[in-house]
């Protein structure tokens, strides 16, 4: 049982691309994080979100907490975003996290 | 960005001889975790600790203990490292302020 699912697994755009990762989550969350992590391993932390859309340079996040789902969209994409984008929930009953399995992009020039 | 190293960054070991990782941060956060990063999975939470000598299992803790003595420092240890424990291991600790966590660089270990 997986509480966070994230789709799709892998994706390849062209540069310029408009593209969309999805996350969903299976239990009650304090907040979602959107992480960044490049080849060579490091990890970074995007946005959190607990309500609405959030917007840095290119990047969009979006959450219904309703839904239990997230988005995070890309405009104008580069090469430069290729990596694995990982979805996290905060639970709502501790400081605890659980992460989805990550989505592999490449952007091809 | 938050202060965080691992020592060591990447290890080789034997099957049955005890491992010890460390995670190092410099921020004075409260909470830390452990976790390992394997093909086909997410991140998974082997332990974290929500203060000095306050630590609790995550969902693949068999096999592994932490221990906290100091607020900067959190360490992993393998006690009888087996095959199954190769992976790559992460450190995070979490600022409630930023409601951020920051991760450590990984540490790549393998179990021959």
């Known amino acids: 049982k997986n509480e966070v699912e994230q789709s799709p697994q892998n994706l390849t755009a062209q540069e310029g691309e408009f593209i969309t990762i999805n996350c969903s989550y299976s239990?009650?969350?304090?907040?979602l994080h959107w992480l960044q992590q490049h080849p060579g391993g490091g990890i970074v932390s995007l946005f959190m979100l607990s309500s609405g859309k959030k917007k840095h340079g290119r990047l969009i996040a979006t959450i219904n907490i309703q839904e239990k789902h997230s988005s995070l969209h890309i405009t104008a994409s580069h090469p430069r975003d290729s990596a694995v984008y990982i979805c996290?929930?905060?639970?709502?009953?501790?400081?605890?996290?659980?992460f989805g399995t990550g989505t592999s992009l490449t952007v091809i020039p | 960005d938050a202060g965080i190293t691992q020592s060591p960054r990447h290890k080789v070991t034997e099957t049955g001889t005890p491992v010890t990782l460390r995670c190092h941060q410099t921020e004075n956060h409260r909470y830390m975790y452990w976790y390992r990063q394997d093909p086909g999975h997410g991140l998974r939470l082997i332990h974290y600790s929500y203060g000095v000598k306050d630590t609790d299992k995550g969902e693949v803790s068999d096999g592994y203990s932490v221990s906290r003595s100091k607020t900067e420092d959190f360490l992993l240890t393998l006690e009888s490292a087996t095959s199954s424990q190769t992976s790559v291991y992460f450190c995070a600790s979490f600022s409630r302020r930023t409601d951020t966590q920051y991760f450590g660089p990984g540490t790549r270990l393998t179990v021959l």
């Open positions: 239990v009650g969350i304090s907040a």
């Open positions: 996290a929930v905060r639970v709502r009953t501790g400081n605890q996290f659980y």
